[in-house]
Protein backbone atom coordinates (compact mmCIF):
# COMPACT_ATOMS: atom_id res chain seq x y z
CA UNK A 1 0.00 0.00 0.00
CA UNK A 2 1.50 3.28 -0.86
CA UNK A 3 0.86 6.87 0.94
CA UNK A 4 0.84 9.66 -1.24
CA UNK A 5 0.51 13.53 -1.25
CA UNK A 6 -2.17 15.00 -2.82
CA UNK A 7 0.00 16.76 -5.18
CA UNK A 8 2.05 13.92 -6.22
CA UNK A 9 -1.61 12.17 -6.61
CA UNK A 10 -3.06 15.06 -8.94
CA UNK A 11 0.42 15.17 -11.10
CA UNK A 12 0.61 11.57 -11.75
CA UNK A 13 -3.07 10.55 -11.06
CA UNK A 14 -3.23 8.89 -14.77
CA UNK A 15 -0.09 6.07 -14.42
CA UNK A 16 -1.54 5.85 -10.55
CA UNK A 17 -4.85 4.29 -11.93
CA UNK A 18 -3.09 2.39 -14.54
CA UNK A 19 -0.74 0.99 -11.45
CA UNK A 20 -3.46 0.45 -9.45
CA UNK A 21 -5.61 -1.58 -11.96
CA UNK A 22 -2.49 -3.54 -13.22
CA UNK A 23 -0.67 -4.51 -9.78
CA UNK A 24 -4.18 -4.84 -7.77
CA UNK A 25 -2.79 -2.50 -5.08
CA UNK A 26 -4.32 -0.01 -2.96
CA UNK A 27 -3.24 3.79 -2.63
CA UNK A 28 -3.94 6.02 0.28
CA UNK A 29 -3.24 9.63 -0.58
CA UNK A 30 -2.99 12.45 1.97
CA UNK A 31 -5.09 14.90 2.09
CA UNK A 32 -5.64 18.06 4.43
CA UNK A 33 -8.80 17.22 5.79
CA UNK A 34 -7.88 13.26 6.22
CA UNK A 35 -7.21 10.22 4.09
CA UNK A 36 -8.81 9.11 0.05
CA UNK A 37 -8.31 5.07 -0.63
CA UNK A 38 -8.22 4.40 -4.08
CA UNK A 39 -7.91 0.86 -4.51
CA UNK A 40 -8.83 -2.23 -7.49
CA UNK A 41 -12.50 -3.03 -8.16
CA UNK A 42 -14.54 -5.35 -10.24
CA UNK A 43 -18.25 -4.92 -10.81
CA UNK A 44 -20.23 -8.11 -10.30
CA UNK A 45 -22.07 -9.64 -13.14
CA UNK A 46 -24.97 -7.99 -14.18
CA UNK A 47 -27.58 -10.44 -13.29
CA UNK A 48 -30.66 -10.62 -15.76
CA UNK A 49 -34.39 -10.01 -14.23
CA UNK A 50 -36.66 -13.51 -13.40
CA UNK A 51 -39.19 -14.11 -16.20
CA UNK A 52 -42.81 -12.73 -15.83
CA UNK A 53 -44.81 -15.89 -14.42
CA UNK A 54 -41.74 -17.55 -13.47
CA UNK A 55 -41.68 -16.25 -9.42
CA UNK A 56 -44.94 -17.64 -7.40
CA UNK A 57 -46.33 -16.65 -3.95
CA UNK A 58 -46.83 -19.39 -1.29
CA UNK A 59 -50.72 -19.54 -0.35
CA UNK A 60 -49.58 -18.10 2.88
CA UNK A 61 -48.33 -15.31 1.17
CA UNK A 62 -50.75 -14.28 -0.93
CA UNK A 63 -53.18 -14.52 2.11
CA UNK A 64 -50.88 -12.14 4.00
CA UNK A 65 -50.87 -9.82 1.13
CA UNK A 66 -54.31 -9.64 0.12
CA UNK A 67 -55.18 -8.70 3.97
CA UNK A 68 -52.63 -6.61 5.16
CA UNK A 69 -55.04 -3.61 4.77
CA UNK A 70 -57.56 -5.85 7.14
CA UNK A 71 -55.49 -6.13 10.07
CA UNK A 72 -54.93 -2.41 10.48
Known amino acids: ???LTVSKAKAGFSGLARQIIKKRETVVVRTP?????????DLPEVVSP???GSVRHLPQALE??????ESL
Open 50 to 52: APR
Open 33 to 41: HGFIQMAPY
Open 1 to 3: MQL
Open 64 to 69: MINTFG
